[in-house]
């Protein structure tokens, strides 16, 4: 079975930094895109950041210039380093990855994490 892993979430204070780490885990072939979401209560899932496999980034307007989405192909990880936190950035991130799990098998699986809580808060 594939599957990806957040960790990294916590209580953070405004203006501070946090990293979250994506790692996905059984059969695994290639990897293609790679990307985090979030979902504050009472809003709708939004798309945070997104790398493709050949490193090209998206950010959504809210994030761009202080979040930074990287990868390591070699660990299957995917990285979002955030800073300048503000309590609206409080909300549960999901990882979401793009795999093909066999050589022998065309089709990819739209991999989903559980989710880490991050909470910006005094």
């Known amino acids: 079975q594939v599957q990806v892993v957040e960790s990294g979430g916590g209580l953070v204070q405004p203006g501070g930094s946090l990293r979250l780490s994506c790692a996905g885990s059984?059969?695994?072939?290639?990897?293609?895109?790679m990307g985090w979401y979030r979902q504050a209560p009472g809003k709708q899932r939004e798309l945070v950041a997104r790398?493709?496999?050949?490193?090209?980034?998206e950010y959504a307007d809210s994030v761009e210039g202080r979040f930074t989405i990287s990868r390591d192909n070699g660990k299957n990880t995917v990285y979002l380093q955030m800073s300048s936190l503000n309590p609206e950035d409080t909300a549960v991130y999901y990882c979401?990855?793009?795999?093909?799990?066999?050589?022998?098998?065309?089709?990819?699986?739209?991999?989903w994490g559980q989710g880490t809580q991050v909470t910006v808060s005094s």
């Open positions: 979401n990855a793009i795999i093909r799990p066999s050589r022998f098998v065309p089709d990819p699986v739209d991999c």
């Open positions: 790398i493709t496999n050949d490193g090209s980034t």
């Open positions: 059984g059969t695994i072939f290639i990897v293609y895109n």
